[in-house]
């Protein structure tokens, strides 16, 4: 069957495949949203209390009107994307991920997710020492020690639930944002979904730390990006949907969530 | 002997003296003390936004979970009504529209307007049902709040599920109750995330156009 499959494979879809699927691997700048949400209280803790309160009381409705969060000059190609992701999601995507989701213990899909998220470590080191984040550093450090040994390969996370460390998800797209470099033209990437000049650079520097992207073997690398991703897809499922059911406008809706989510992500 | 006595004459009549002092004192820090948590105590006081956004979220909670006992399609038509009323409640639906619609609520006239909040409010209100479905067990955890002059307040909570935590900000505005006027979920604010569609849209539609596809969207909803 496999073989099959992979001899019907064009060559140059392959080549196309590796390129996309090692600049990052997960779909809709997927695994963000969950490795993020750990963080509200330790930002409490270390941001001066008014600022904080101040940002967050900026939306007065008379004085914001007219900000534009993004510049979107690439609309018209960025709605095409949009378009081909949408439809990936629903007929392709999705489905691989429901049908996993339901032949998969949960064990299994909570051991790979945490297996992938602790090999995220180097990106998110490199990157809490590029915003002299020296605490977030030391935390990293530390669960990747304690997860890799005493979570077997960081396949349980006892970092989390024993020692309670928490991972900070950071890439080098926050790390020039945390410098004022601004967002610049908003992309949407066919299959990596939502992104900007500036977080497509991140991604690229990012690339290079990531294991995954010293695979030699083309096959494997493309068997295990596909695994994480679907994996990943498998504890979002429904979201994307919800998104789309409360939007009049998908498209500027996701613009807009991924612009105030980076926002956010980069201000913590 | 008579050098002794005078001092120790004069040690009591200090002592004494000191004494008086300390009472002195003493009253007046307690009268300090007993104004300032008389002051402060309606500020301390159970109105606070924290806990009337804890009291209705805990309320539509426990109506969850009674209907998902029960589970007849009775309780459901019943429960959506319920949630519908504790949603007009919960939200402050006219403050919301207005900041969604932003300088674009202004050109609107006063029945345009009110059309627009009741569109609006039935949306939201059938988005918040549909949430509030997938309900499954997850614990809200209350962090913090933070007031902003005298009618605002910023409400920060995270719902924890099963491997993760979704931190829920609730800004809200104190009429009659503190009511809830912008959620921001992962740091995405959801008026703001309107404002930018509707801006979008009312850049090359009428107003008219707008109420269609409001109406259109709320019929792909079971009514409330």
Not at chain 1, 62 to 91: A, C, H, Q, T
Request: charged share 25%; proline share 3%; hydrophobic share 40%.
């Amino acid at each position: 069957m496999i073989l099959d499959f992979r001899i019907t494979i064009i060559k140059r879809f392959i080549i196309c495949g590796v390129i996309l699927f090692a600049l990052h691997g997960q779909i809709f700048a997927s695994d963000e949203i969950t490795t993020q949400s750990d963080m509200p209280e330790k930002q409490q803790n270390n941001v001066p209390e008014e600022n904080d309160f101040d940002e967050s009381w900026d939306d007065d409705f008379d004085d914001e009107d007219d900000v534009v969060l993004i510049w979107d000059p690439l609309d018209k190609i960025n709605r095409g994307s949009f378009y081909l992701n949408d439809k990936l999601y629903f007929w392709c995507v999705k489905p691989v991920a429901k049908t996993y989701k339901r032949f998969t213990p949960s064990l299994v899909r909570t051991s790979l997710y945490n297996f992938f998220n602790n090999l995220g470590m180097p990106q998110r080191t490199i990157n809490c020492i590029l915003q002299l984040r020296i605490k977030n550093t030391g935390e990293e450090l530390g669960s990747f020690l304690i997860n890799t040994t005493l979570g077997i390969l960081g396949f349980a996370n006892p970092a989390k639930t024993k020692f309670h460390l928490k991972v900070h998800s950071e890439d080098l797209g926050q790390t020039f944002g945390y410098y004022g470099i601004g967002n610049g033209i908003y992309i949407v990437i066919p299959i990596l979904g939502s992104s900007s000049v500036r977080d497509m650079a991140g991604m690229f520097g990012d690339s290079f730390v990531n294991p995954f992207n010293y695979i030699r073997d083309p096959y494997i690398s493309i068997g295990v990006s596909g695994l994480k991703t679907v994996n990943n897809t498998s504890f979002r499922l429904g979201q994307y949907e919800s998104l789309k059911e409360a939007a009049f406008e998908p498209y500027s809706a996701m613009k807009d969530a991924y612009v105030q989510y980076r926002n956010k992500e980069i201000n913590q | 002997m008579h050098l002794r006595s005078q001092w120790s004459d004069k040690t009591t009549y200090s002592n004494i003296i000191g004494e008086i002092i300390m009472k002195k004192w003493m009253t007046l820090f307690s009268l300090i003390y007993l104004t300032c948590i008389i002051l402060l105590s309606p500020a301390l006081a159970k109105n606070d936004a924290m806990t009337d956004l804890k009291k209705s979220i805990d309320e539509v909670i426990a109506m969850l979970k009674d209907t998902k006992k029960a589970g007849t399609p009775d309780t459901k038509t019943l429960l959506r009504q319920k949630i519908f009323q504790m949603a007009l409640e919960f939200f402050d639906f006219s403050e919301m529209s207005q900041r969604t619609l932003g300088k674009n609520w202004k050109k609107l006239k006063p029945d345009q307007q009110k059309t627009f909040s009741d569109l609006f409010a039935r949306f939201l209100a059938n988005i918040y049902y549909n949430r509030l479905e997938q309900y499954t067990n997850q614990t809200v955890k209350y962090l913090e709040q933070r007031q902003h002059g005298k009618n605002k307040a910023l409400v920060k909570t995270v719902i924890a599920t099963q491997n993760n935590e979704i931190p829920m900000d609730y800004k809200m505005l104190k009429n009659k109750t503190w009511q809830v006027y912008d959620v921001s979920i992962e740091g995405v604010s959801l008026v703001r995330n309107y404002r930018t569609q509707f801006n979008k849209i009312l850049r090359k539609q009428s107003i008219d156009d707008l109420f269609q596809m409001m109406k259109n969207k709320l019929g792909q909803f079971s009514d409330l």
